[in-house]
């Protein structure tokens, strides 16, 4: 089993950053892509940065020049920076990873998600 664990949304005024991270563990063999999608109420989920296991990345047209995604692949752990925040960020954010688990089963995992609202 793998578990994913985002943490760092929250609440913050239009103009300003946060980080989100997200943790994997659990029966891992190799990660290859992780990404961060979200949710806008009454929207449907949509890719937000997506990077490879050997770093490259690509974003949504939305966040491009505010946003960046990198990972530590010693830690399992992708990272979300956003800057540049607009009302129109707000969202729930999930992470996702593509991983073979040590029974070799390939497949996609999702976390729990967090909310980031950027309000005045």
């Known amino acids: 089993q793998v578990q994913l664990v985002e943490s760092g949304g929250g609440l913050v005024q239009p103009g300003g950053s946060l980080r989100l991270s997200c943790a994997a563990s659990?029966?891992?063999?190799?990660?290859?892509?992780m990404g961060w999608y979200r949710q806008a109420p009454g929207k449907q989920r949509e890719l937000v940065a997506a990077?490879?296991?050997?770093?490259?990345?690509n974003y949504a047209d939305s966040v491009k020049g505010r946003f960046t995604i990198s990972r530590d692949n010693a830690k399992n752990t992708v990272y979300l920076q956003m800057n540049s925040l607009k009302p129109e960020d707000t969202a729930v954010y999930y992470c996702?990873?593509?991983?073979?688990?040590?029974?070799?089963?390939?497949?996609?995992?999702w976390g729990q998600g967090t909310q980031a609202t950027v309000s005045s």
């Open positions: 996702n990873a593509n991983v073979r688990t040590n029974t070799m089963r390939r497949g996609d995992y």
């Open positions: 990077i490879t296991s050997g770093g490259s990345t």
């Open positions: 659990g029966s891992i063999f190799s990660i290859y892509a």
